[in-house]
């Protein structure tokens, strides 16, 4: 019994609890094994794509990722319903006389990917409470929610959430639920067509409508998918006569065809219709990202949208809603096009800008993240369309929308590092330490994957089997690697290690086997509009300067905060003097200062001309720059893991 209590002590402390969690209060409970289910193909007359997602509950965080989605449950994840009356039981969504428009259902959309990863008890409770008040209220005719039952929106985050609930659970009413959901919805959408935001997120709609057709066959699903299109914004033309070239002063306030998270969400449009068979293109995702990065792309992987398209100055905001469903489209894309380019995108994008707005103990957040970042505080910035708390640490600063969508990243992110292969196969699609089971062929096939990757470029991973197989495995080779090695059940792979491509390893297997694959990760630096960035794998390495942070509206749960610096933050990096890596023992949060398990050693001059303008760092100063300042050790930290940062550095030109 002794034994046992030590064990289940050091898995809590593993999972980064300080303690017991009190009763109805979410906490990080030891991982658990996934559950081996069978990928669902797309039916004719859609597409297949290269790759197919697997089910909710195939795929469980292991190492720093379970520690990173244990600190989201215990914070503003999942306690956001004890500390936000927006989506606590006064919500309209839960019957009561709150909010009645996406909050709801953009809460529910993160928790249930987020409970059924981590097995929570808590958090399942909590899904289900949502689930059990929709379906309880989904009125005689259909329709699902509160509000006008017109507005198309929200109800698309509701039912991505119910599809995902039905995958982790069987819940045996969500399919008959959707079923006169979408009966209602088609008779409906002639009379009340799309209006507002759901004009330019009908692509978002065709991600719950595939997924139902697919289980059920039923037509229905295919007629609303083109009368959606029909009605929608034409995001091929958008992204193909791209018109948002400079920084959006001119455009109209709240414009939707610029607004950051509307594009985001848009950039799965194009291989999504090509599924369906009705245009697009399965490399739309990749071919639009092209275009808006030569314009207004920033160096975490997502887009200047502060709330609009916004230029590609470092210090222009980037909406937290906009990196969530940047991933969530990537993640789609990838399935359908199987290009490693927009994996590399999603690693990027997931370790950089994803953790870069949660507070270390994930009890706040920020609305808009910016790449050069020195002061955050109550202040007015040359932003296109928010205020003057857009970059503070906080609960609702701004706008609450990201406070309620912001759940679905890591979850999202967890559950699509593995998929299926149409050849009954796997593909690790991104990589992160995690467990995936799945059925190929009847047989359950399960694979540890032990790593401390992105901090590293070693992987380990160890096939678990009934009884021998033959199947593939397909593991990814980043672009960025110059070297790779792999070692598969003892033997070296020679010849196919190509970077930016897919390594297939197809065998017959048996319980225990493995393989290794090792990731070259040297620094390296590439240059930014007259600038330098420093990178190290998927990773984005940055100035950290010292934060002093203080509270300034006090709260039970989620109180806001300013960060001011308390370090020089305005050097100019010798790019001569090079670079020394540093691995440190991981903390529980591997996105903090403290916690980060790699650090970069840099020297640097401080460039007194170099000030602040408008309460953030001026322009970063163009070519090589000459100081007469000693020259000094500076510390660099994952982009993420520094909350006052200088990504985009000026470089010196000589002593």
């Given amino acids: 019994m002794r034994a046992k209590s030590i064990i289940l002590i050091?898995?809590?402390?593993a999972c980064g609890c300080s303690g017991p969690v009190a009763?109805?209060?979410?906490?990080?409970?030891?991982?658990?094994?996934?559950v081996a289910s069978r990928a669902v193909a797309n039916r004719a007359p859609l597409r297949q794509g290269k790759y197919i997602p697997l089910p909710l509950g195939s795929i469980k965080p292991r190492g720093w990722l379970h520690r990173?989605?244990?600190?989201?449950?215990?914070?503003?994840?999942?306690?956001?319903?004890?500390?936000?009356?927006d989506?606590?039981?006064?919500?309209?969504?839960?019957?009561?006389n709150g909010e009645a428009w996406e909050r709801g259902p953009y809460f529910l959309d993160g928790l249930v990917p987020l409970a059924y990863s981590l097995d929570e008890p808590v958090l399942k409770a909590k899904a289900k409470v949502w689930v059990d008040a929709v379906l309880a209220r989904q009125r005689a005719d259909g329709s699902l929610g509160p509000g006008d039952i017109h507005d198309w929106w929200p109800r698309v985050p509701l039912i991505k959430a119910l599809c995902q609930y039905q995958e982790a659970t069987q819940d045996p009413r969500i399919i008959p639920a959707l079923k006169r959901y979408f009966s209602f919805q088609a008779d409906e959408l002639a009379t009340h067509p799309l209006q507002s935001w759901a004009i330019f997120r009908w692509e978002d709609a065709w991600v719950g409508l595939a997924w139902y057709y697919n289980r059920t066959g039923d037509a229905l699903a295919l007629e609303i998918m083109d009368r959606l299109r029909a009605q929608g914004y034409d995001w091929d033309l958008h992204f193909e006569h791209f018109d948002f070239t400079k920084t959006i002063s001119g455009y109209p306030d709240r414009d939707l065809p610029p607004h950051g998270v509307n594009n985001a969400m848009g950039l799965k449009a194009g291989p999504l219709e090509w599924l369906r068979g009705s245009g697009g293109s399965e490399d739309g995702a990749r071919e639009a990202l092209e275009r808006v990065d030569r314009f207004d792309g920033q160096p975490e992987g997502v887009f200047s949208s502060d709330e609009n398209l916004a230029g590609r100055e470092p210090t222009r905001g980037v909406e937290t809603c906009t990196v969530v469903e940047t991933l969530f489209s990537l993640e789609q894309a990838f399935a359908v096009s199987g290009d490693t380019w927009l994996a590399d995108r999603l690693e990027w994008v997931a370790f950089n800008a994803l953790p870069a707005p949660i507070k270390p103990d994930a009890c706040a957040r920020q609305y808009l993240q910016q790449a050069n970042q020195v002061l955050v505080d109550r202040n007015v910035r040359p932003w296109t369309n928010t205020g003057f708390q857009a970059n503070l640490f906080g609960l609702e600063t701004e706008f609450g929308c990201c406070t309620a969508n912001l759940h679905q990243g890591w979850p999202k992110f967890t559950s699509s590092l593995w998929m299926a292969t149409p050849d009954n196969g796997l593909a690790a699609v991104a990589y992160a330490p995690c467990k995936v089971a799945a059925l190929l062929s009847g047989l359950t096939v399960t694979v540890d994957e032990e790593t401390e990757y992105p901090f590293d470029g070693k992987l380990s991973f160890i096939i678990h089997l009934e009884r021998p197989a033959s199947f593939p495995i397909y593991l990814r080779i980043p672009a960025w690697v110059r070297t790779?090695?792999?070692?598969?059940?003892?033997?070296?792979?020679?010849?196919s290690l190509v970077p930016g491509r897919e390594l297939k390893i197809s065998r017959a297997w048996k319980d225990g086997d493995s393989i290794t694959l090792g990731l070259s990760m040297p620094v390296r630096t590439s240059s930014w509009d007259g600038g330098t960035l420093v990178e190290r794998g998927p990773l984005l390495f940055v100035l950290a300067i010292k934060e002093q942070w203080h509270e300034i509206v006090k709260r039970e749960l989620f109180s806001d905060w300013e960060i001011k610096p308390a370090s020089d933050w305005n050097y100019g990096l010798d790019l001569k003097a090079g670079f020394q890596a540093e691995q440190r023992q991981a903390g529980e949060n591997v996105f903090s200062p403290d916690g980060s398990p790699v650090a970069l050693y840099?020297?640097?001059r401080l460039l007194p001309d170099w000030v602040m303008v408008a309460a953030h760092s001026g322009p970063v100063p163009q070519g090589p720059q000459h100081s007469a300042q000693p020259?000094?050790?500076l510390t660099l930290l994952p982009y993420a893991a520094a909350k006052l940062r200088i990504t985009v550095f000026p470089v010196l030109c000589c002593p």
């Fill in 10 to 13: 050091l898995l809590v402390l």
């Fill in 23 to 34: 009763p109805g209060k979410p906490g990080c409970p030891a991982p658990t094994e996934p």
């Fill in 68 to 85: 990173q989605l244990g600190l989201m449950a215990k914070g503003i994840s999942g306690r956001l319903d004890e500390g936000w009356a």
């Fill in 87 to 96: 989506v606590d039981k006064s919500s309209a969504w839960l019957g009561g």
């Fill in 484 to 495: 790779a090695t792999c070692v598969a059940q003892g033997k070296p792979i020679t010849g």
């Fill in 602 to 604: 840099a020297r640097g």
């Fill in 631 to 633: 020259l000094e050790s």
